[in-house]
């Protein structure tokens, strides 16, 4: 009743392909950008900024990197951990090699890096698919980690073999470091991934998310009506990376500030950020931070819960919350295979008619 | 143009010998046809005659290893699915090759991506949307606009086609093929598997495009009424060989034709 469409007419083709036609739609997200820039910042903490909404924003990026290749382009791909890395020691080494350079164009160049690496594991899927093409994109996750691991370079020659990100400024205001304001670096993301989110949801409504979906449907009607397979394909692969990329920056300069590559990117994240397009929702923008924030908050809660409240052991809570995973991705993928944004599609659906029958 | 031109109808495509097998089996054996500009040609033939085979090689999909196809003019011994499509060929299929994740609007623009602009739907202008992308988005939309109002669609605009109807997802995608503008469409089955009243719809639209956008329509078709009724010329097919070729009536009085459909004594 108090959702629905009803009188809202269209009276041209731009506002009938808006991103948001209904008008409540627009209410909410503004509200939820209002919470998110005037609210959140001064309610938060230190723990809330650094372990809640700063990892839950990167890995919506990484999220979205991830869903344009498999969601939209259904080319299955788990690599992410590998190329996120690909992201972090890029974006180490840009503003090492060159301290004077902005910070947000450090974290784009690193984008643009690791879509060049992507484009280049992105060339067997021209011949392969499905299980086949994961297998390759994992021997990259193995290549990448062990590249990293291995050749001193990528660090720096430090002892350690670890990445530490120097302490950058922008337009004047301390973002990465030790020294920086948690809200600060909340902040600086929110904007990075709003815009960056905002230019995906461009490319998959407009004639470039359609050629990914047209080869993702059926790639042999595709080819026959013009689209171009393996351009296609790699123009996937290299906007996703590039996504990854981002991501992976992000959480070397913003979240984490210093990480061994091998280990911080390692297997484990390309099956997390799998996770959360699977649970979220493929080919789906909002599915990708609905997503991420269930596998980000899941464990916190849990632990919170079950340590906290219950009294459980920490090590108790940790296996239980590998078993709560484990459940939950087979009941998504029985129960729901399209994830948290086909829920929220049939809710909204509900709520037209709510609280009448009919 | 000399006289003799004038009186024959121009041919947009005639295929020249051609032969296609897969390892040991032949799918097609040295068939030569032609299609004029403007004309319903009807390909029919048994199940099995090589009638796809033969859209296939048409459209680039299966390169043939005797004979050459001449399009337009420009003769070619073969050309890839999107150089076909880039030159104005489009079709449908014989099991609906839709998209499915896709609505029926997602679907039918897609049609159109060969006549958008480069480089306004490029990736950078594409990140903004606004502005360039945006402006070829709504020209295009108009034109899509136009198809979907022809084929009567406009209530399933903003359906995902997986859930339509399999009438409807034929009718969505001849709209499809018909986007591309193409000077040449290929029907593979447009009505199998259709009832009568839907067939009806069909035929109508196939005589409709013919007439009212001028497209060349080549045509497979198993429901002999609907061929007759439909075809200006019949090609006749029977185990990869061509076996008549000429109008409905010539075609209906064949001898060869009527013992490949009904068998042979032997």
Request: charged residues 15%.
């Amino acid at each position: 009743m108090f959702y629905r469409e009803s009188g809202q007419f269209k009276a041209s083709y731009a506002a009938d392909q808006a991103v948001f036609p209904i008008r409540q739609d627009q209410y909410g997200i503004a509200a939820i950008l209002l919470v998110a820039f005037f609210v959140i910042p001064y309610m938060g903490d230190e723990y809330f900024f650094q372990a809640i909404m700063v990892p839950v924003l990167i890995f919506s990026l990484a999220a979205i990197g991830l869903n344009i290749l498999t969601g939209y382009c259904g080319q299955l791909s788990l690599g992410t951990g590998g190329f996120m890395a690909v992201g972090a020691v890029a974006c180490y080494k840009l503003t090492t090699a060159f301290p004077e350079l902005n910070f947000i164009i450090v974290l784009l160049l690193s984008g643009v890096i690791t879509a060049m690496v992507g484009l280049l594991f992105g060339i067997p899927s021209l011949r392969i698919k499905g299980f086949y093409l994961a297998v390759a994109t994992l021997a990259a996750q193995f290549f990448l980690s062990w590249l990293f691991n291995k050749v001193a370079w990528f660090q720096n020659y430090a002892p350690s073999g670890t990445i530490t990100m120097p302490p950058r400024e922008v337009f004047g205001v301390l973002v990465t470091g030790a020294a920086s304001n948690a809200m600060h670096r909340y902040l600086f993301c929110l904007i990075f991934v709003i815009v960056l989110a905002m230019a995906a949801k461009n490319l998959v409504r407009g004639p470039i998310g359609r050629s990914w979906m047209a080869i993702r449907d059926m790639d042999i009607a595709a080819e026959l009506i013009g689209f171009r397979p393996f351009q296609t394909k790699l123009l996937a692969f290299s906007v996703s990376s590039f996504y990854v990329g981002v991501a992976g920056a992000m959480a070397l300069s913003l979240w984490l500030g210093s990480v061994e590559t091998a280990e911080a990117f390692d297997i484990n994240v390309s099956f997390q950020v799998l996770f959360m397009i699977i649970i979220g929702g493929l080919g789906s923008m909002m599915g990708s931070f609905l997503g991420a924030a269930f596998i980000i908050l899941t464990p916190i809660v849990l632990t919170n819960v079950m340590v906290g409240s219950l009294g459980f052991q920490a090590v108790t809570a940790k296996h239980f919350e590998f078993m709560f995973f484990g459940g939950m991705i087979i009941m998504f993928l029985i129960v729901e295979p399209q994830g948290l944004a086909r829920l929220w599609q049939i809710l909204k659906e509900k709520l037209r008619l709510w609280p009448f029958p009919y | 143009m000399s006289a003799a031109e004038a009186l024959e109808p121009e041919t947009i495509l005639s295929v020249e010998n051609i032969t296609l097998s897969f390892g040991a089996v032949r799918a097609i054996r040295d068939v030569s046809f032609d299609i004029r500009k403007g004309e319903i040609r009807a390909i029919i033939g048994p199940n099995g005659a090589g009638k796809t085979s033969m859209l296939n090689v048409i459209n680039g999909f299966y390169h043939p290893q005797e004979g050459r196809i001449m399009f337009r003019g420009a003769v070619r011994k073969q050309m890839k699915p999107h150089e076909a499509a880039a030159g104005g060929i489009a079709r449908t299929f014989q099991n609906v090759a839709l998209f499915r994740g896709m609505t029926t609007l997602d679907n039918i623009m897609t049609g159109r991506n060969l006549k958008m602009d480069k480089w306004r739907t490029s990736l950078i202008p594409a990140m903004f949307y606004y502005g360039p992308t945006q402006k070829e988005e709504i020209k295009h939309r108009e034109y899509v606009e136009r198809v979907i109002e022809f084929l009567e669609i406009e209530a399933i605009r903003k359906t995902p086609v997986g859930r339509l109807p399999y009438g409807l997802q034929k009718r969505v995608e001849l709209g499809r093929a018909l986007a591309a503008e193409p000077d040449l469409l290929l029907l593979d089955e447009p009505m199998a598997g259709m009832n009568l009243e839907e067939k009806e719809d069909m035929c109508r639209f196939v005589l409709d495009v013919n007439d009212e956008f001028g497209t060349t329509i080549a045509l497979i078709e198993h429901d002999m009424g609907v061929v007759m009724d439909l075809s200006d010329r019949v090609v006749v097919l029977d185990h990869g060989e061509k076996i008549a070729d000429g109008t409905p009536e010539d075609v209906k009085s064949n001898q060869n034709v009527i013992d490949a459909y009904l068998g042979v004594s032997h």
